[in-house]
């Protein structure tokens, strides 16, 4: 299949057909796929955060479990309403908006946090990574979970592990240091990867800090 129609049908899956994300990324994860968003919470910091394409909320619904009050922003309407719907089940109040990270509606200097799991192609956006540069703190950090690959000890790890690679959430590590190096301006940010390991798979943390 065209890498291109690969993409579109992810966009109708993150837009009209949201409500099936949850059980979807559960099956093609093999159950993994909160254990990966998750590998994000130890790299979290300060009061403020900001969630980056915060999907069905549930790493927001972590993030609060773990203390945090955290902000979300989303451009698909249909992410926007699940999440609503299922941090006032909480008795938590919204704290989302509607918008476009290439025009975040925060002040500079702002969030201590930004954190985003396996977020579109808008990382590799110059403007998207200015607006994030813009909005952190001095020091502050962009947190990015992306790059899960699955133990492939059969055809199906092996075949998800490829699609992930087709939709642009998964790189062998030496392409992704490769990736990296060219996605992060070395004069405006400092990086590091760390790998999170679950129970039959792997992720990539990337922790970007504001210099």
């Not at 109708?12 to 990324?25: E, I, K, L, P």
């Not at 698909?76 to 290439?102: E, F, G, I, N």
């Amino acid at each position: 299949m065209p890498r291109a129609w690969v993409r579109f049908a992810f966009d109708q899956f993150y837009n009209r057909f949201a409500f099936t994300y949850d059980a979807v990324s559960a099956a093609v994860s093999r159950g993994e796929w909160r254990a990966w968003t998750r590998a994000a919470l130890p790299f979290v910091h300060g009061a403020r955060v900001l969630e980056i394409a915060f999907g069905t909320g549930n790493l927001h619904l972590d993030l609060y479990a773990a203390g945090y009050t955290p902000v979300g922003i989303d451009l698909s309407p249909y992410m926007l309403a699940l999440t609503q719907k299922k941090l006032r089940a909480r008795h938590l109040t919204p704290r989302l908006a509607r918008a476009d990270v290439c025009a975040l509606p925060f002040p500079s200097d702002f969030f201590s946090t930004l954190v985003m799991t396996f977020p579109p192609g808008f990382i590799f956006n110059p403007a998207a990574r200015r607006e994030m540069h813009r909005v952190l703190e001095p020091r502050g950090r962009l947190v990015w979970v992306d790059a899960a690959e699955l133990d492939a000890e059969n055809v199906w790890g092996r075949f998800i592990n490829r699609a992930f690679q087709i939709t642009g959430t998964g790189a062998a590590p030496a392409a992704r240091a490769q990736l990296l190096q060219t996605t992060f301006d070395a004069t405006r940010w400092s990086w590091r990867v760390e790998m999170a390991r679950a129970r039959t798979s792997r992720v990539q943390v990337t922790i970007a800090e504001k210099k």
